[in-house]
């Protein structure tokens, strides 16, 4: 199943490629779906041709789904870290670069506060 799956992403040169002129199916040259097997190959020997790894942590987005709503949990429980947090729900995320944005997105959401304030005559002077 793996290797029909993976067929159907594959070029036309990188089947030849593999395969050699059995490469070629009916559908490489018309509009319509063709024979992913080569005419006169074994299935065995044509699912030999081809490889693929399942890492045995790999598991589909809408299984995480459930660990992501207990981390969300736990962070909301104090459980977890922020960091820990956006390691579960997006595992490429720039935890970093996103704490540098939200420093200087505060000093400037403090600097337009004490402007308005002072703008206002709010300011925190004592006479």
Same mark, same amino acid.
């Given at each position: 199943?793996? &290797?029909?799956?993976?067929? /159907?992403?594959? =070029? ?6 593999? %395969?050699?002129?059995? @490469?070629?199916? !009916? ?30 942590? &790999?598991?589909?987005?809408? /299984?995480?789904? =459930? ?6 949990? %736990?962070?909301?429980? @104090?459980?977890? !870290? ?46």
């Amino acid at each position: 199943m793996l &290797t029909a799956n993976m067929l /159907q992403f594959y =070029s036309v040169s990188h089947r030849v490629s593999i %395969l050699g002129t059995q @490469g070629f199916s !009916s559908s490489d040259f018309t509009p319509i779906y063709g024979q992913g097997l080569p005419s006169g190959m074994k299935p065995e020997e044509f699912v030999r041709r081809f490889s693929g790894t399942v890492r045995r942590d &790999t598991i589909l987005e809408s /299984q995480r789904d =459930s660990e992501k709503q207990t981390a969300l949990l %736990l962070a909301k429980l @104090g459980k977890l !870290s922020d960091e820990n947090l956006f390691k579960v729900l997006k595992p490429n995320f720039n935890f970093r670069e996103n704490q540098e944005q939200l420093i200087r997105e505060a000093a400037i959401k403090i600097k337009l506060a004490a402007a308005g304030a002072a703008l206002q005559g709010k300011t925190s002077h004592k006479k």
